[in-house]
């Protein structure tokens, strides 16, 4: 039998896309059997997955070459400079990887009782497996061309998918706001590589890296790529499109599309750790004004999140702030560069990604049940339902504590880290950011308790706890915030480390792909 | 609404011919400027102008949305598992190049007008990605039609 | 300076492009701004495959005094350029759609009106 195990970094990207083709096929057979379908192929690309973050963790980068007569033969002896497209997967890869398909796996299974049986549903499952597709191939790849290709796919499904509700007017505008801004970032993403294209004639990341000399086209590309990747992942004062469209998408719509978001941060990431990494010239100046545009998302998340009356536009502004909180730990590690507090700094900025993700996951997840139970989405129109729906109060309770950044959750440990490392930096960042989380605990406080606590409105008098399917994906995630919480030291060296090493040398990801052969 | 009778007649003289350029255009990806998705537009604008001809309510019996869904998945099909056949050395190699099967020749160096059974993988994958486009471009079309006609546009 | 003229046209595209999106109030309008933002950059990426006085890069095709590959035009820009008409055909589809629905629910194409997201 041939070794399958070597060729996981292509089966992670054609399984889902074949089963995503498969997706009409069946469900015009039957129902069921779609549902079990959509289940088993995310389940096999979670273990594909997990086999091979195994595999990098002990053995270093994996390369895999499409067309090549052997999957690490980067380039032939007759050629010195690599032709084809590469995929480089390095720790940082791998980590990014294992929160895609977690919250990719846990979308389809909470959108199994959300979305109702309507004439359209097929197509959403097909554009659900494609956006995961296109996370999958963004973490993965090696090559500038192909990561533009899959941003655009990851767009143009998430897209369409927060279109899903057909009958509120309002998400076809937040859709087509979501599209434009989109295909603007990206369409500035393509000059960029045009640029760097036309200096270095090689597109593969490591090729380029090694041979970067910093010249003007450079430096423009730099700030487009920076421009088109922070408009992408939400950054203020490019965070317009968040509150609409994390607002008005189904719930589950909404945490695929959060993992999206965080993909075009990784890119972010890569771009400007490895990409422009040598270490000849220093990114001081971008590392302030990442930080300069964190703490603006921060301060303007949490205030915004105080006026609203709609409970999903609320966790929406909270998410923005989140990202200002990622982008402030990885900011300050691009400012002072990779030595003294810089990686304590990068290692908090990345694990509060996968942080980040469970938060607000498991709080756009129970406010998706409150709402598939209710039929509300104002402020004003709810109020005690902790007598009926008993689960979904407590996970909303830890999703709340996790999000504000209370021991024993796991936002805690994120947390902390970003406080202190910044506060090596200016003080005055360190309490603005300690300010804006005590903001928000008071605003998820009085969301929850006039959603859950107070007196029982008549309108509601009938309202039952929501399908199994959805309390198993709450209580799936609610899950690993308790382990990340409790055990965070065990998580920081087993993941978040290799992440944090593999974007502070540059060297040994140029060095696999131009040594590499046989 | 449908055209006139010279329209009507024009395009249905016209529609053959276009379509057999634009096949040309699929099959020859691998020796002239071409392949997948330019002869699949080619096709789809051929299919377009039987559409302008005889109005969305006649091109509507013949042809439901679920046909043009189903070609589109067997095209997008077709591609990912000629890509997955040749995994037992890398995904997407070219197993048929060189060897004695169905495209495999090797095509003669210098300047000559080109041999048709060459280049292995690729008018395969020519062929599914233009099976794909022809249906997903004419569906995109055909939909855009009927919302404008159930919208109240022009009486039909 | 003849040979930086397509250069100065592609980045003019872009700029209109970006002009009609920003200052236009009707949807289509809008739409049609992306289009030429995407020719512009469309048009920017096959000019840099060009070389002085070269022919198409068609091994089997070469007129019989052409050296192998100096008088050959760069061929890996012109598939960046297809794949990236292709994905601007795919956005571009699905913006229409979205805009047809727009306009059955909202009644009106201009921007101003459509703002029931606010705050």
């Known amino acids: ?78 050629v010195s400079i690599p032709v084809r497209i590469i995929f480089e997967i390095d720790g940082m890869s791998v980590f990014m990887l294992l929160i895609s398909v977690i919250i990719g796996f846990l979308a389809a299974l909470y959108s199994i009782s959300f979305i109702k049986d309507e004439n359209g549903i097929e197509r959403y499952y097909t554009l659900l497996l494609l956006l995961i597709t296109g996370m999958i191939g963004m973490e993965l790849t090696g090559d500038l061309f192909n990561f533009f290709v899959f941003i655009e ?18 998400s076809f505008e937040a859709a087509f706001k979501y599209l434009v801004l989109s295909s603007i970032g990206a369409l500035f993403l393509l000059l960029a590589i045009g640029f760097l294209y036309g200096q270095y004639d090689a597109l593969n990341i490591a090729t380029i890296a090694s041979s970067m000399q910093y010249t003007f086209a450079d430096r423009m590309a730099l700030v487009l790529i920076i421009g088109a990747l922070a408009l992408k992942a939400g950054l203020a004062p490019m965070h317009m499109w968040m509150p ?60 915004m999140a105080l006026i609203q009356s709609n409970l999903t536009r609320a966790i929406a502004y909270a998410a923005v702030a989140e990202i200002g909180y990622m982008l402030l730990g990885i900011g300050t590690a691009l400012h002072v560069g990779i030595n003294e507090f810089g990686e304590t700094a990068l290692t908090g900025g990345i694990f509060h990604i996968f942080n980040d993700v469970l938060d607000v996951g498991l709080l756009f997840l129970a406010t998706g049940a409150v709402i598939y139970a209710t039929n509300e989405k104002s402020l004003s129109n709810l109020g005690g339902l902790a007598r009926k729906m008993k689960f979904t109060t407590i996970f909303f309770l830890i999703g709340l504590l996790a999000a504000a950044g209370m021991p024993p959750m796991n936002g805690f440990a994120s947390k902390i880290i970003i406080y202190e490392s910044v506060y090596r930096l200016n003080p005055l960042l360190s309490i603005g950011a300690i300010l804006a989380s005590i903001l928000m605990l008071a605003i998820f406080v009085r969301i929850f308790y006039s959603v859950f606590l107070g007196p029982e409105l008549p309108n509601l008098k009938n309202v039952r706890e929501v399908p199994k399917a959805m309390l198993i994906s709450m209580a799936i995630i609610s899950m690993l915030i308790i382990i990340f919480g409790l055990f965070p030291g065990y ?17 040994s990801y140029i060095n696999a792909v131009l040594l590499g052969g046989a | 609404m449908s055209e006139s009778k010279i329209i009507k007649t024009i395009s249905s003289i016209a529609f053959p011919f276009v379509m057999i350029y634009g096949l040309y255009v699929i099959l020859h990806g691998h020796l002239t400027p071409g392949g997948g998705f330019q002869g699949g537009a080619i096709v789809a604008s051929a299919c377009v102008l039987l559409l302008a001809g005889y109005g969305s309510r006649e091109i509507a019996k013949r042809i439901k949305e679920g046909q043009l869904s189903v070609l589109e998945s067997i095209g997008a099909l077709g591609f990912v598992s000629l890509a997955l056949l040749g995994i037992s050395t890398t995904f997407f190699y070219n197993f048929l190049a060189g060897s004695h099967s169905i495209f495999g020749r090797i095509p003669p160096f210098g300047s000559n007008p080109g041999d048709l059974n060459t280049a292995g993988l690729l008018p395969l994958m020519n062929i599914s990605v233009g099976i794909k486009v022809i249906a997903g471009l004419f569906a995109i079309v055909m939909v855009l039609a009927f919302v404008t006609w159930k919208m109240g546009g022009r009486k039909q | 300076m003849i040979y930086n003229i397509p250069f100065i046209a592609a980045i003019s595209l872009v700029l209109i492009g970006l002009y009609t999106l920003i200052f236009k109030r009707n949807l289509i309008k809008m739409i049609i701004g992306i289009t030429i933002m995407e020719s512009g950059v469309n048009l920017f990426l096959i000019t840099l495959g060009y070389r002085k006085e070269s022919v198409a890069p068609i091994f089997t095709a070469l007129p019989s005094s052409t050296t192998i ?12 350029t297809l794949t990236s008409i292709v994905i601007g055909v795919a956005v571009l589809a699905l913006m229409l759609a979205i805009a047809v629905q727009i306009y059955r629910r909202y009644g009106t194409l201009n921007v101003d009106k459509i703002r029931r997201l606010r705050g």
Not at chain 1, 37 to 58: G, K
């Open chain 1, 491 to 507: 998580v920081i060296d087993n993941l978040v480390a290799p992440a944090a090493s593999a974007l502070a040398n540059p060297e």
């Open chain 1, 244 to 303: 609409d469209a994390y607002g008005e998408a189904p719930p589950s719509v909404t945490i695929a599309v959060m993992a999206a978001t965080l993909a075009s941060l990784y890119g972010l990431i890569r771009m400007c750790f490895t990409l422009y990494g040598s270490s000849i010239f220093n990114l001081s100046v971008i590392g302030a004004l990442i930080v300069a545009m964190a703490m603006i998302s921060i301060i303007i998340g949490a205030t």
């Open chain 1, 1 to 78: 039998m041939i070794d399958l195990f070597e060729h996981i970094p292509a089966l992670l990207i054609a399984v889902p896309l074949l089963g995503a083709f498969l997706t009409p096929l069946l469900g015009k057979v039957n129902k069921n059997a779609r549902n079990i379908w959509v289940l088993l192929i995310l389940a096999l690309t979670a273990a594909m997955s997990f086999l091979l973050a195994q595999d990098v963790y002990t053995n270093g980068i994996k390369l895999y070459t499409f067309g090549a007569d052997i999957p690490s033969l980067t380039h032939p002896d007759t």
């Open chain 1, 153 to 170: 796919i990851t767009s143009i499904s998430a897209a369409a998918l927060i279109a899903t509700m057909v009958d509120r007017e309002q």
């Open chain 3, 69 to 80: 590959p100096d008088k050959m035009s760069l061929p890996v820009p012109q598939a960046l």
